[in-house]
């Protein structure tokens, strides 16, 4: 069992499987953005898996902040989220609570965060993800 929180008022279509197979036979447009949408999302689901099988706690966590900030999009060298618990980090990385703390304070002495309610993922962090 796992728990969500929305950060905005979530909205969901429910559309039945025959009116979306006529929809993707013609609007080509339209296809094309779903089927981009489901090859990304099923390249981030099998990157979610070998992150879980082959890397340590740290390196999920490394990775998990930088998807929660989208750093490495060009223009974006830091990026500040929101509050976030360092019980839900772990919750999402797959480790305790206290094994959070010990690595973001790791983070934070080398200079890849810096966080005092809100976080701030530094491009720095990036670097070191890329090199390892």
């Not at 499987?17 to 999302?41: C, P």
Request: no cysteine.
């Amino acid at each position: 069992m796992a728990t969500a929180t929305v950060m905005a008022p979530p909205a969901a279509l429910q559309i039945k499987k025959d009116e979306m197979m006529r929809v993707l036979h013609e609007q080509t447009e339209f296809a094309d953005r779903f089927i981009s949408y489901m090859l990304k999302r099923n390249v981030r689901i099998e990157g979610d898996l070998a992150d879980q099988l082959f890397n340590s706690s740290e390196k999920r966590l490394e990775r998990a902040l930088l998807l929660l900030a989208r750093n490495g999009q060009k223009g974006q060298p830091e990026t500040i989220i929101g509050k976030i618990s360092q019980e839900t980090l772990a919750e999402l990385v797959g480790t305790t609570r206290s094994q959070v703390n010990v690595f973001m304070n790791k983070f934070r002495e080398l200079g890849f965060i810096h966080y005092n309610g809100g976080l701030q993922v530094h491009s720095s962090l990036l670097n070191v993800v890329l090199h390892d």
